[in-house]
């Protein structure tokens, strides 16, 4: 290809820029280079550049797609330097225009809030009265009166710490590198390192004011310090000694001296003063002289007592558990944490919607009191509900479709949260969408615990029930709108009349500083959480679901519009966590009569022989284990005797949305049939409407038997009795960790659950089939059995070390909002958060592994994916669990080899020796999608590096053949197969 790059670089960046550009191609300007360069090689420029990037860099690169056009490829440093299309703009300038001066400049005796010029009395104010808005909009119950106080007063005291000496002279110079960072990183002498930030200072001011005020309780004075405090992320800093009121106290009055100190506590009274002077003539609110004083002492003695009080006082926990807390007392601090959760997100979106005002424009919403006119546009408005009544319309009116309506109608007549259960082909996605129609709802959130579960209702939705609503899947991986090509632009997201989503979308509402205003659809839609049982053993998702029910329920009673669905409700969690009662659960009867068998095949998981996953299958068979790993081996064993499909979760992007459609239309009803078995990780066992004849499963807990008996005969069409076979170890049986399988089921928090069903199915279970109705009463008599165990009883001690887990990680900070202070870039990446809640996850590359003949696999020259070569294309990519990379020696593999065969990699400057060093950076780096640990290489990089002879026993490979691909898999584990 033919590209063409342009250098707006600055200063340093200047020369370091060119002699890069310089090696690759050739100068034709000043700041021009243009050449014939590969893909690879194209790659290779960016890097460096990347690798060198400061906030003088930059740099754009145009592909020459014929005499007249080009296409913009990247831009790496400083985007501003271009415009959108990366034209060089010309004839600009940074002076005020004759209409944009504004007619008041800033004064020196006036406080101001941010570098539109607003004055900070009035943006506190306006905030303040927002907050309080939204608060009252989103949970409409008068019941919560107390906390509607606290969202107006935690806005009208958020930014009072921007009285700060320091910041007034960084927002009154007016020549803000970056003011959009309103203050957060002020361009100045000192250092946030050594210095409060103006939420920090602002929580201290609030500690001295609170010893004067009036009428608050306790537990208002609490949630006031942490939205504070919260309302903006937690500084990163290197060596944080901020550990207290007291430590923001010391560095503030060391920092601007006693004297400057005692004039800002004077400027704070001052302020709330003019605070309440503008609420008491806007509607006459006096909530501000109700409960913090208007006239102040300001003695040694008040600051002497200030000063006592807030010694060893720490600050907000963003998440306040203990490893000591009993079920009920985490069950009342989700509901704390879930209050907290939406008084923040009330606060920090009025800010937003206040801050993008002019000063001027500010100051005329309050003189004329037209303030809620700014939540106008936060109004929903859509066609949905005819939609829905279409969908009501696409059944024969049978009696499967009555007893249908009749269960929406009880659930949409519930007080409270709503919960819906029923056998798997019951019809639980038109009951919900019918409650949802019931419910009037304009807006509809479909909340699911993984990528597949989406994938399965998006498709279900955009098929049979919405085909012509705006139905959107929203997903790290798939954001699409009506069909699987039609990609959803990115300021369209979220806008769907219904929007199918993983619940990591929804919780990064409450665990981040940037999405914390999504909260607020969240409130106001009506919500659907789908498979939510899958919640209870995963780490962190089973508290932080918590908190989101108890935010929901704080709306009035009929009011929660939320549903909660699923085949296998977990009766423990619901009455221990969530506060519902078994009785309250909505049934819906099976209409599927035919007969059912489950039969138990004992299995030595070491060996082949007798290995029921290893066996050849036929005629329309599921074959469903817990991991990905059995489920590919069994596939490479019988691939030449089995028309099969192979389907998990450990396959790049492209892959994994291929072979999804591959799966649906083979198995859905009346589909093509184009593979007779189906080999699967857990991932089918849910919201997929797919169905089998014969099943074999992996011992598994009751909620997962259930939820993949549900794909057997889904539809109720045999006339012969239908066959669950269940493999199960020794191991399992006795509830022990060894072996694989008993290991696995013990890391995911149901090993001692799994043992108890299996004990009560042996009592339960005669030779006799039975139906399948009949198993959901098992399921529920087994509850009921382990409920009058009490503190012995093994669904609960799972569900118990499940939650502390939880809590272990949340202590650990990992779902603490951090901002680390750095130049801001608008580069689009593909970035993995430090503070992921689905596990310290990072991005892979692997090479190509073609295992045809598993006996005799051969190593492929090239790698899994490759990079896209712009900054619009998606990458293909792979993620790895760092655990796994770390345990298996490859980060270390990795560290030895790879500034060598990448000399473009930031590691390749550290020396050989520092072995540690390199592999904190390898790892560090590998949360960018760029800059993927290799855990296998082809033979051309091994060749750099002393041959093929350096191949790693541990490599982790992407294995393919010619049926399709096999996925992620080491190559010792085929081991197994030829031993």
């Given at each position: 290809?033919?590209?063409?790059?342009?250098s707006?670089?600055?200063?340093?960046?200047l020369?370091?820029?060119?002699?890069?550009l310089?090696?690759?191609?050739?100068?034709?300007?000043?700041?021009t280079?243009?050449?014939?360069i590969?893909?690879?090689?194209?790659?290779?420029?960016?890097?460096?550049?990347?690798?060198?990037?400061?906030?003088?860099?930059?740099?754009?690169c145009?592909?020459?797609?014929?005499?007249?056009?080009?296409?913009?490829?990247?831009?790496?440093?400083?985007?501003?330097?271009?415009?959108?299309?990366?034209?060089?703009?010309?004839?600009?300038?940074?002076?005020?225009?004759?209409?944009?001066?504004?007619?008041?400049?800033?004064?020196?005796?006036?406080?101001?809030?941010n570098?539109?010029?607003?004055?900070?009395?009035?943006?506190?104010?306006?905030?303040?009265?927002?907050?309080?808005?939204?608060?009252?909009?989103?949970?409409?119950?008068?019941?919560?009166?107390?906390?509607?106080?606290?969202?107006?007063?935690?806005?009208?005291?958020h930014?009072?710490?921007?009285?700060?000496?320091?910041?007034?002279?960084?927002?009154?110079?007016?020549?803000?590198?970056?003011?959009?960072?309103d203050?957060?990183?002020?361009d100045s002498?000192?250092?946030?390192?050594?210095?409060?930030?103006?939420?920090?200072?602002?929580?201290?001011?609030?500690?001295?004011?609170e010893?004067?005020?009036k009428?608050?309780?306790?537990?208002?004075?609490?949630s006031?310090?942490?939205?504070?405090?919260?309302?903006?992320?937690?500084?990163?800093?290197?060596?944080?000694?901020?550990?207290?009121?007291d430590?923001?106290?010391?560095y503030?009055?060391?920092?601007?001296g006693?004297?400057?100190?005692?004039t800002?506590?004077?400027?704070?009274?001052?302020?709330?003063?003019?605070?309440?002077?503008?609420?008491?003539?806007?509607h006459?609110?006096?909530?501000?002289?109700r409960?913090?004083?208007?006239?102040?002492?300001?003695?040694?003695?008040?600051?002497?007592n200030?000063?006592?009080?807030?010694?060893d006082?720490?600050?907000?926990?963003?998440?306040?558990?203990?490893?000591?807390?009993?079920?009920?007392?985490?069950?009342?601090?989700?509901?704390?944490?879930?209050?907290?959760?939406?008084?923040?997100?009330?606060?920090?979106?009025?800010?937003r919607?206040i801050?993008k005002?002019?000063?001027?424009?500010?100051?005329d919403?309050?003189?004329?009191?037209?303030?809620?006119?700014?939540?106008?546009?936060?109004e929903?408005?859509?066609?949905?509900?005819?939609?829905?009544?279409?969908?009501?319309?696409?059944?024969?009116?049978?009696e499967?479709?009555?007893?249908q309506?009749?269960?929406?109608?009880t659930?949409?007549?519930?007080?409270?949260?709503?919960v819906?259960?029923?056998?798997?082909?019951?019809?639980?996605?038109?009951?919900?969408?019918?409650?949802?129609?019931?419910?009037?709802?304009?807006?509809?959130?479909?909340?699911?615990?993984?990528?597949?579960?989406?994938?399965?209702?998006?498709?279900?939705?955009?098929?049979?029930?919405?085909?012509?609503?705006?139905?959107?899947?929203?997903?790290?991986e798939?954001?699409?709108?009506?069909?699987?090509?039609?990609?959803?632009?990115?300021?369209?997201?979220?806008?769907?009349?219904?929007?199918?989503?993983?619940?990591?979308?929804?919780?990064?509402?409450?665990?981040?500083?940037?999405n914390?205003?999504?909260?607020?659809?969240?409130?106001?839609?009506?919500?659907?959480?789908?498979?939510y049982?899958?919640?209870?053993?995963m780490?962190?998702?089973?508290?932080?679901?918590?908190?989101?029910?108890?935010?929901?329920?704080?709306?009035?009673?009929?009011?929660?519009?939320?549903?909660?669905?699923?085949?296998?409700?977990?009766?423990?969690?619901?009455?221990?966590?969530?506060?519902?009662?078994?009785?309250?659960?909505?049934?819906?009867p099976?209409?599927?009569?035919?007969?059912?068998?489950?039969?138990?095949?004992d299995?030595?998981?070491?060996?082949?022989?007798?290995?029921?996953?290893?066996?050849?299958?036929?005629?329309?068979?599921?074959?469903?284990?817990n991991?990905?790993?059995?489920?590919?081996?069994?596939f490479?064993?019988?691939?030449?005797?089995?028309?099969?499909?192979?389907?998990?979760?450990?396959?790049?992007?492209?892959?994994k949305?291929?072979?999804f459609?591959?799966?649906?239309?083979?198995?859905?009803?009346?589909?093509?049939?184009?593979?007779?078995?189906l080999?699967?990780?857990?991932?089918?066992?849910a919201?997929?409407?797919?169905?089998?004849k014969?099943?074999?499963?992996?011992?598994?807990?009751?909620?997962?038997?259930?939820?993949?008996?549900g794909?057997?005969?889904?539809?109720?069409?045999?006339?012969?009795?239908?066959?669950l076979?269940?493999?199960?170890?020794?191991?399992?049986?006795?509830?022990?960790?060894?072996?694989?399988?008993?290991?696995?089921l013990?890391?995911?928090?149901?090993l001692?659950?799994?043992?108890?069903?299996?004990?009560?199915?042996?009592?339960?279970?005669?030779?006799?089939?039975?139906?399948?109705?009949?198993?959901?009463?098992?399921?529920?008599?087994?509850?009921?059995?382990?409920?009058?165990?009490?503190?012995?009883?093994?669904v609960?001690?799972?569900?118990?070390s499940?939650l502390?887990?939880?809590?272990?990680?949340?202590?650990?900070?990992?779902?603490?909002?951090?901002?680390?202070?750095?130049?801001?870039?608008?580069?689009?990446?593909?970035?993995?958060?430090?503070?992921?809640?689905?596990?310290?996850?990072?991005?892979v590359?692997?090479?190509?592994?073609?295992?045809?003949?598993y006996?005799?696999?051969?190593?492929?020259?090239?790698?899994?994916?490759?990079?896209?070569?712009?900054?619009?294309?998606?990458?293909?990519?792979?993620?790895?669990?760092l655990?796994?990379?770390?345990d298996?020696?490859?980060?270390?593999?990795?560290?030895?080899k790879h500034?060598?065969?990448?000399?473009?990699?930031?590691?390749?400057?550290?020396?050989?020796?520092?072995?540690?060093?390199?592999?904190?950076?390898?790892?560090?780096?590998?949360?960018?999608a760029?800059?993927?640990?290799?855990l296998?290489?082809?033979?051309?990089?091994?060749?750099?590096?002393?041959?093929t002879?350096?191949?790693?026993?541990?490599?982790?490979?992407?294995?393919?053949?010619?049926?399709?691909?096999?996925?992620?898999?080491?190559?010792?584990k085929?081991?197994?197969?030829?031993k």
């Amino acid at each position: 290809m033919i590209v063409t790059l342009i250098s707006q670089c600055e200063k340093k960046a200047l020369a370091r820029t060119r002699r890069i550009l310089d090696a690759f191609a050739d100068r034709i300007g000043d700041n021009t280079w243009q050449t014939v360069i590969t893909l690879e090689g194209l790659q290779a420029i960016r890097r460096m550049l990347k690798n060198t990037v400061t906030k003088s860099t930059a740099v754009s690169c145009h592909r020459i797609r014929g005499r007249h056009r080009s296409e913009l490829l990247w831009i790496v440093g400083n985007r501003h330097k271009f415009n959108h299309q990366g034209i060089v703009p010309v004839n600009s300038t940074q002076k005020d225009l004759f209409m944009d001066v504004r007619t008041m400049k800033m004064k020196k005796d006036q406080f101001y809030a941010n570098t539109h010029g607003q004055l900070l009395v009035e943006h506190l104010f306006a905030v303040g009265y927002l907050a309080q808005q939204l608060f009252n909009k989103v949970v409409a119950n008068n019941d919560h009166d107390n906390l509607s106080k606290v969202a107006f007063l935690a806005g009208c005291l958020h930014d009072i710490g921007k009285l700060d000496p320091h910041f007034q002279e960084w927002v009154k110079k007016g020549k803000q590198k970056d003011p959009d960072e309103d203050g957060q990183h002020i361009d100045s002498k000192f250092s946030f390192d050594k210095h409060p930030r103006h939420n920090e200072i602002s929580l201290a001011i609030f500690h001295f004011l609170e010893q004067q005020s009036k009428g608050l309780n306790p537990r208002q004075k609490t949630s006031l310090q942490h939205v504070i405090y919260w309302h903006h992320a937690k500084p990163y800093r290197q060596n944080d000694d901020f550990t207290g009121v007291d430590k923001i106290y010391e560095y503030l009055i060391k920092n601007i001296g006693a004297e400057k100190l005692i004039t800002l506590i004077n400027d704070s009274c001052n302020l709330v003063k003019q605070i309440n002077l503008i609420a008491k003539r806007y509607h006459h609110i006096d909530l501000v002289e109700r409960h913090f004083p208007l006239t102040f002492d300001l003695t040694p003695d008040t600051i002497a007592n200030f000063e006592y009080q807030i010694k060893d006082k720490g600050l907000p926990d963003f998440k306040s558990y203990s490893n000591n807390d009993l079920t009920d007392v985490l069950k009342s601090k989700s509901e704390l944490n879930g209050q907290y959760n939406l008084l923040r997100a009330c606060v920090i979106s009025a800010d937003r919607l206040i801050s993008k005002l002019t000063a001027q424009d500010l100051c005329d919403y309050i003189e004329q009191q037209r303030l809620d006119e700014l939540l106008d546009n936060q109004e929903l408005s859509s066609n949905l509900a005819q939609h829905l009544s279409n969908a009501t319309t696409k059944f024969a009116n049978s009696e499967r479709t009555q007893q249908q309506n009749l269960v929406a109608k009880t659930l949409a007549e519930v007080r409270d949260i709503a919960v819906l259960a029923g056998p798997a082909g019951c019809g639980k996605t038109r009951i919900a969408l019918e409650w949802a129609r019931l419910k009037s709802s304009q807006k509809i959130i479909w909340i699911c615990p993984r990528v597949q579960v989406c994938q399965g209702i998006f498709q279900e939705l955009i098929e049979t029930y919405l085909p012509d609503a705006r139905v959107e899947i929203f997903t790290g991986e798939f954001k699409f709108t009506n069909q699987w090509n039609h990609t959803t632009p990115d300021e369209d997201y979220f806008s769907g009349d219904v929007v199918v989503t993983t619940i990591d979308q929804i919780l990064s509402s409450i665990i981040t500083h940037s999405n914390v205003n999504s909260l607020l659809p969240f409130m106001d839609a009506h919500i659907i959480f789908d498979e939510y049982h899958e919640y209870i053993g995963m780490e962190i998702f089973n508290l932080l679901f918590a908190e989101l029910i108890a935010c929901k329920n704080m709306r009035k009673n009929y009011e929660k519009n939320t549903l909660l669905v699923s085949a296998t409700p977990h009766y423990f969690y619901l009455e221990k966590m969530l506060g519902i009662a078994p009785d309250d659960v909505i049934e819906m009867p099976s209409f599927n009569t035919c007969d059912y068998q489950i039969e138990f095949i004992d299995y030595d998981e070491t060996q082949i022989v007798g290995n029921p996953f290893y066996q050849q299958y036929t005629d329309q068979t599921f074959v469903i284990a817990n991991t990905a790993l059995t489920a590919q081996l069994g596939f490479i064993y019988q691939k030449h005797n089995e028309n099969a499909v192979l389907f998990h979760s450990k396959y790049k992007k492209s892959d994994k949305k291929y072979w999804f459609n591959e799966v649906y239309d083979a198995f859905k009803k009346e589909g093509n049939k184009k593979y007779s078995v189906l080999r699967s990780g857990p991932i089918v066992q849910a919201s997929l409407n797919i169905t089998s004849k014969h099943m074999l499963i992996e011992m598994t807990s009751p909620e997962n038997m259930l939820q993949r008996l549900g794909r057997l005969d889904r539809f109720g069409e045999s006339i012969e009795v239908n066959l669950l076979q269940v493999a199960i170890t020794e191991n399992i049986k006795k509830g022990s960790c060894k072996g694989a399988s008993a290991y696995f089921l013990n890391q995911v928090n149901c090993l001692q659950t799994t043992k108890a069903w299996f004990d009560f199915l042996q009592q339960q279970l005669s030779a006799l089939p039975i139906k399948l109705s009949q198993c959901y009463q098992l399921y529920r008599e087994f509850y009921r059995q382990q409920q009058a165990q009490q503190q012995k009883s093994a669904v609960l001690q799972d569900m118990d070390s499940a939650l502390k887990k939880s809590i272990m990680l949340i202590n650990k900070k990992v779902t603490e909002p951090t901002k680390i202070i750095r130049t801001k870039s608008t580069e689009r990446k593909v970035k993995i958060s430090k503070n992921s809640l689905r596990g310290d996850n990072r991005f892979v590359q692997l090479a190509v592994l073609n295992i045809n003949d598993y006996q005799s696999p051969v190593f492929e020259n090239r790698y899994a994916y490759q990079p896209p070569f712009d900054d619009s294309a998606e990458y293909d990519n792979l993620t790895e669990s760092l655990n796994t990379i770390r345990d298996r020696g490859l980060i270390n593999y990795i560290a030895q080899k790879h500034g060598n065969i990448e000399p473009t990699h930031p590691v390749k400057g550290i020396p050989i020796k520092k072995q540690q060093a390199r592999c904190t950076v390898l790892e560090s780096y590998a949360r960018d999608a760029d800059y993927p640990l290799y855990l296998s290489y082809t033979e051309d990089d091994l060749n750099k590096v002393g041959g093929t002879g350096n191949r790693c026993d541990e490599a982790i490979y992407y294995a393919v053949c010619d049926r399709q691909p096999i996925g992620s898999i080491s190559l010792d584990k085929l081991h197994f197969l030829i031993k």
